[in-house]
């Protein structure tokens, strides 16, 4: 029997095991060569044989993967179709109550879009860390005035020319997270008592944002793959006088859509034709599941004065480092900068060194592929578990990025009772209405699947499931 069989065996075997999981990335050839000890052309064969049979699958300059077995996988909810209305945001209060009431060490998370240590670089940040406390303490106790650190603005232009999104470090301006990047945009481009356009469902700490600044949002009608829908945004802007538009288009929290190129470029255009800001949001967009990183909508606004776009490390490097940045289009740079230090004079600056540092020499892209692919063993693990313990007919989405997934479960259940009885079990999921200005999705939820597996997950997620089935719609 040739060599390649047995590989293709081996391989085989790895899958069978879990090893793989369905939607994982296989290692490379050279890494599969050295494990097995053969040659590359032996691997490669071994692959072929695999492919053949249907077990693996090429993505394009991306390696192989291991294929979904054909089973039902759940269907998506539906494009959203909320009342194109201007509304105030109410009920935010909610989400720190639930927050506070969660954040305790035994918890199971699933309530939080924040990945638990195991999904960050946490040796190589503290080696920049610890490095730069050594080499550069005095700078770190001094104030890193706006528009920040230069060497970590650097960093980031470096990041986002390779993105798409050319733009030089002196036009990026250094925040405390991608929150106050929203904040300080919307600050910057809106007024109490402004229309915000705002995908539906959306990000909540958006809706917190509109709410504490007394500004109004109109929910849009979004589609779970490819986000928010311009026809619906377009009436909008011919019936309202709508200020800005703030969006996720990479990997959205809640729906994880992505919206595809050919949206993003109509979107600038309409942005252009109604001289609406656009806000974009791309916290996420390092995260995808292809090879290929998503281009931000940023990159399609040719004259660059559309689009302010915000993000942070948050979701890749470190929730509590508390750095961010945005580019404002030039016009609204000083308007922003100035805002920025009158709200908290400069962000953190050992932060800003130690990510200058870990994006230099850290490993960030290895860290990516590494993290991206186990997020998409993740998403699968979680809706194959959903399969086992949920109702049937629980709608999911299927994210290609990112490490959320949003649920529509039976119109008439209350996901909020649900939540409060999670924490009194010891875990959290977040209730749909918090994603919503006007608390509408109460029969869905947002779980966040960047939690390690373990059996205390899968018994939330059973007890979860139990209470969904026993729970009567009205
Ligand atoms: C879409 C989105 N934007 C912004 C934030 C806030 O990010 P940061 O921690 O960088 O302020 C989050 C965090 O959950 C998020 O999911």
């Known amino acids: ?23 994982a990335r296989l290692p490379g050839v050279r890494r599969l060569s050295q494990q097995f000890g053969v040659s590359i052309s032996t691997v490669v064969q071994a692959q072929q044989q695999l492919e053949n049979a249907g077990l693996i699958e090429a993505r394009p300059r991306s390696g192989y993967y291991v294929r979904r077995p054909k089973g039902p996988q759940p269907d998506p909810p539906a494009p959203s179709q909320p009342d194109l209305e201007p509304t105030p945001v109410t009920g935010q209060a909610l989400v720190l109550q639930l927050a506070q009431a969660a954040n305790q060490p035994d ?52 990041r986002m020319y390779l993105s798409g999104s050319p733009v030089k470090p002196e036009h990026i301006l250094i925040t405390n997270g991608c929150q106050e990047a929203i904040s300080l945009a919307l600050r910057s481009v809106a007024k109490a008592g402004d229309i915000i356009a705002v995908e539906s469902p959306t990000f909540y700490g958006l809706l917190q944002v ?52 050919a949206h993003k470029q109509q979107l600038a255009d309409l942005a252009k034709r109604y001289r609406l800001k ?84 850290g490993g960030y892209e290895r860290h990516l592929r590494q993290i991206k692919d186990r997020y998409a063993q993740q998403l699968e693990l979680f809706t194959q578990a959903i399969g086992r313990h949920f109702p049937a007919g629980t709608k999911v989405t299927q994210p290609q990025g990112g490490f959320v997934i949003w649920l529509e479960l039976a119109k008439g ?49 059973h007890e979860l499931g139990s209470w969904l089935k026993a729970e009567p719609p009205s």
């Open 210 to 261: 509109i709410e504490s600044l007394g500004m109004n949002a109109l929910e849009i009608p979004t589609d779970p793959r490819t986000g928010i829908s311009l026809p619906a945004l377009e009436l909008a802007l011919e019936k309202w006088p709508v200020a800005a538009c703030a969006l996720i288009p990479n990997f959205s929290n809640p729906l994880g859509g992505q919206m595809p190129d």
């Open 278 to 361: 656009l806000i974009e949001d791309d916290i996420y967009g390092d995260l995808g599941f292809n090879r290929e990183r998503p281009r931000p909508l940023h990159s399609f606004d040719a004259e660059g004065d559309s689009v302010i776009y915000c993000s942070s490390f948050s979701k890749t490097i470190a929730q509590g480092l508390r750095v961010g940045w945005m580019v404002p289009p030039e016009s609204l740079f000083e308007e922003a900068e100035y805002l920025k230090y009158v709200t908290n004079l400069a962000a953190p600056t050992l932060p800003q060194l130690a990510l200058a540092d870990f994006l230099a020499h």
């Open 107 to 158: 918890f199971v998370q699933l309530g939080a879009a924040v990945p638990e240590a195991s999904f960050l670089p946490m040796r190589a940040l503290q080696r920049s860390l610890a490095k730069v406390v050594r080499l550069q303490g005095t700078r770190a106790a001094d104030y890193a005035f706006p528009p920040g650190l230069a060497e970590l603005r650097h960093q980031i232009s470096r």
């Open 413 to 461: 259940i209350d996901t909020l009772q649900i939540a409060q009885r999670a924490l009194k079990r010891g875990f959290s999921i977040a209730p749909g209405q918090i994603f919503s200005a006007t608390q509408k999705y109460r029969n869905c939820i947002r779980l966040s699947c960047a939690l390690p597996w373990t059996a205390r997950l899968e018994s939330a997620l």
């Open 1 to 23: 029997m040739p060599l390649y069989h047995d590989i293709a065996t081996k391989i085989r075997e790895h899958i069978a095991a879990g090893v793989y999981p369905p939607g």
